[in-house]
């Protein structure tokens, strides 16, 4: 249970931003007790491995908060996000943390299956993030943007900390997500109709 919402939780936050949580488990891996990465995922503490996303993650910071550039962003990283929340959902799941003693019990023979849960859950995450981002850049004439994009660096970090200390909490954020999910699709659903009232008014 809880190793798959540590995996959960870093996939998530993948979904925001694909090297936050990939740099806290290499972060914490090398320089805290908080989690132990098994050997097949020890690269991800490596010190250039690290360096490199740290460029990655300046990169992306930059760009994300630039509109019209945001959205061009989106669309190169619906590779990059899906495959860093597989490579977080493995790691994390396959590691030992403050709260996770034995992962090897959970995955223990199909260890491509928490891998193509990551993928999914992140891609799930970056199109609701992707498809929110235009119209809150409609909406506030690209002010938004930076402010949006702060708040997703922001729930990025502290789901992967969540994820890796206290993975129970992860639940709320799956909850909070998915009353998200609804709550713009209505309001996609009401600003279509209101659209079509509009063009009928003046038909």
Known sequence: ?????????????????AYIPLLAIGLLARYTDLIELPKTWSW?????VLVI??????????????????SVNDIVQTVVRPTAGGLAFGAGSSSETVTVSDPASFFESKQWVPILIGI???????ITKATARPVINTMTLGVGAPVASTVEDTASAGLSVTAIIIPILIILFLIGFVFFVWWMLRRRKRMKLARQAYANQYR
Do not use: R
């Open 1 to 17: 249970m809880l190793e798959a919402l540590t995996g959960a939780g870093l996939a998530s936050a993948a979904g925001l931003n």
């Open 44 to 48: 991800i503490s490596n010190g250039w």
């Open 53 to 70: 996303l740290c460029v990655l993650l300046a990169i992306e910071f930059v760009a994300d908060k630039i509109p019209a550039v945001d």
């Open 120 to 126: 999914v859950m992140a891609l799930g995450v970056h």
